[in-house]
C-alpha cells in the first residue's frame, strides 16, 4: 500500500482473503531496493576507447605530464588525474550516453535509489526523468575567496532553476568536492546555505594517504592534482 509492505502474510491466508488482485511471482524473492550512496553514473564506460580524439588527448597528456610531474605514477592522484582526463574527452552527447548506460545498470542491479554526483544540470534533467529515487549533490570546488563567491552564486542560481522541475521523486545534495580543492570561504557559505535550505552534504574524506598528509602538513601530492585541475594550491 503507498508502495509499502505492509504485512506478511501465509499462502493460506492469501487463498482465504478476498483481495482485490493477487501477482504470483513463483520463485522469485522480493526484497527492499538496494541504495548507492555515491555515484558518479556519466563515469560509465569511462575508460572506452576513442581514438578518434587523439589529437585532443595528445595535448591532455603534455598537460597531464608538466602538472603531475614528480607524482609517481600508481599513487592516488595520479589515478584521479586520468579519470578526470577521460572524462574531459567525452563529449556531451557521450556523457549522457553514459548516464542512461548508468542508470540501466543500476536498476538491472537492484538499485532503487542514488546519490549522483555531478555538476552538469543537462544530467540532472534525465535523472529526474528516471524511475531511480535521486538524491543529486552538486560537484563544487574554488580556490580562492573571489572564485568561492562566483561557485556560490552559480550554484544558487542553478539550484533555483531546477527546483522550478524538480519532481517528487528526485532532491538537491551538495558536495564540496574535498578538503584539498575547497576553499574555507566557501565551505562557510555552503554550510550556512544547506541548513538553510535543509540540504544534505557530502564530501570526499581520507580516501588515501596523499589526503592524511594533505591534514598533517599542508601539503601533499594532491597539489599537483590542483595543478592539473587548473587550480591554485589551497
Known amino acids: ?21 493477487v501477482v504470483d511471482y513463483e520463485n522469485s524473492v522480493i526484497t527492499p531496493g538496494f541504495v548507492n550512496l555515491g555515484a558518479i553514473l556519466e563515469y560509465t564506460n569511462i575508460n ?6 587523439s589529437k585532443k588527448r595528445f595535448l591532455f597528456n603534455i598537460k597531464q605530464f608538466f602538472s603531475m610531474l614528480g607524482t609517481p605514477i600508481n599513487t592516488y592522484p595520479m589515478k584521479l588525474a586520468n579519470i578526470y582526463k577521460e572524462y574531459c574527452l567525452l563529449s556531451k552527447p557521450e556523457k549522457i550516453l553514459y548516464l542512461k548506460e ?59 532553476k531546477l527546483k ?7 532532491y538537491f545534495g551538495i558536495y564540496p568536492h574535498s578538503i584539498w580543492s575547497v576553499h574555507k570561504s566557501l565551505w562557510g557559505a555552503i554550510s550556512k546555505y544547506s541548513r538553510k ?15 592524511s598528509d594533505f591534514v598533517k602538513y599542508g601539503k601533499s601530492n594532491l597539489d599537483y592534482l590542483n ?6 594550491k589551497i
Open 1 to 21: 500500500e503507498a508502495d509499502k509492505i505492509i504485512a506478511i502474510v501465509s499462502q493460506q491466508e492469501i487463498s482465504e482473503e478476498n483481495f482485490e488482485e
Open 48 to 53: 572506452k576507447p576513442c581514438e578518434h580524439k
Open 102 to 160: 548508468g542508470l540501466k545498470n543500476a536498476l538491472l542491479s537492484g538499485f532503487t535509489c542514488v546519490s549522483e554526483i555531478s555538476k552538469d544540470d543537462t544530467l540532472f534533467e534525465i535523472l529526474n526523468k528516471s524511475p531511480l529515487k535521486t538524491l543529486f549533490f552538486f560537484d563544487i570546488k574554488s580556490d580562492s575567496k573571489k572564485e568561492s563567491k562566483k561557485v556560490f552564486f552559480k550554484l544558487k542560481k542553478k539550484i533555483k
Open 164 to 170: 522550478k522541475i524538480q519532481n517528487a521523486n528526485t
Open 197 to 211: 535550505m535543509k540540504f544534505p552534504l557530502m564530501t570526499e574524506l581520507m580516501e588515501s594517504s596523499d589526503e
Open 227 to 232: 595543478n592539473f585541475y587548473g587550480y591554485k
